[in-house]
């Protein structure tokens, strides 16, 4: 059974970081496609970034430079280092898998964690 829990969603103010984890059990993190989407208020859920061996990166052009996506592999484990956050960042951030980044859809959800920028 394939689980994915974020946390580390918080309130904080514009300018601010945080760092979102996401613990996954079911599946390994350095053999799958992970990745991180958002769903702001009333809008569709988009893609944010996603990293596939060997430590390869990419990021939707509104948060390049700001976030980071990483995986720790021992502790099967997906971050996302959130830094100089935005009002326009808010949203429920959700974690995701799936076999190849280059080929099918999204397989697996985590539930996602509220990040909630303040100006």
């Known amino acids: 059974q394939v689980q994915l829990v974020e946390s580390g969603g918080d309130s904080v103010q514009t300018g601010g970081s945080l760092r979102l984890s996401c613990a996954a059990s079911?599946?390994?993190?350095?053999?799958?496609?992970m990745g991180w989407f958002r769903q702001a208020p009333d809008k569709e859920r988009v893609w944010v970034a996603q990293i596939t061996r060997p430590n390869i990166t990419s990021y939707t052009n509104s948060v390049k430079g700001r976030f980071t996506i990483s995986t720790d592999n021992a502790r099967n484990t997906l971050y996302l280092q959130m830094n100089s956050l935005k009002p326009e960042d808010t949203a429920m951030y959700y974690c995701a898998a799936k076999g190849s980044c280059y080929r099918g859809s999204w397989t697996y959800w985590g539930q996602g964690t509220q990040v909630t920028v303040s100006s």
């Open positions: 079911g599946v390994t993190t350095s053999n799958y496609c």
